[in-house]
């Protein structure tokens, strides 16, 4: 039963965060497109492994960089050097699997396009 409800509360909190963030939903149109043209080249199960794990880190990391703000918010609500650095840096993980997962997706959709011509 806590189970149950463990999974009601992170249920919840994605929704929340689907209807507070308007980046994540930026990146949840992303994602669906991705599997969309993934469908549509008929990717391998490789293929689709790195994909799946692409979206999920980014999305992932996507929440993570926000719980992490809103709680440097909540507790210096104020401008604070230190505070700046660890949102920063939070931020930076994001761009850099946002980053690899590009490239990730150029390699395995390049040679998709390329046949298509």
């Known amino acids: 039963m806590r189970f149950i409800h463990s999974l009601g509360f992170a ?9 507070r963030e308007a980046n994540f939903r930026i990146q949840l149109i992303i994602a669906l497109f991705v599997t969309v043209m993934g469908i549509y080249f008929q990717f391998s199960k490789i293929e689709w492994i790195v994909i799946l794990i692409c979206v999920a880190l980014v999305l992932c990391l996507e ?6 703000e809103k709680l440097c918010d909540l507790v210096h609500p104020g401008l604070h050097a230190t505070i700046k650095l660890i949102k920063d840096i939070a931020a930076g993980a994001v ?5 690899i997962s590009f490239i990730c997706g150029l390699i395995i959709f390049f040679p998709h396009i390329l046949k298509l011509f």
Do not use: T, V
């Open 63 to 68: 929440m993570m960089n926000s719980a992490i």
């Open 11 to 19: 249920i919840s909190g994605i929704k929340q965060f689907i209807l």
């Open 95 to 99: 761009l850099i699997a946002a980053f």
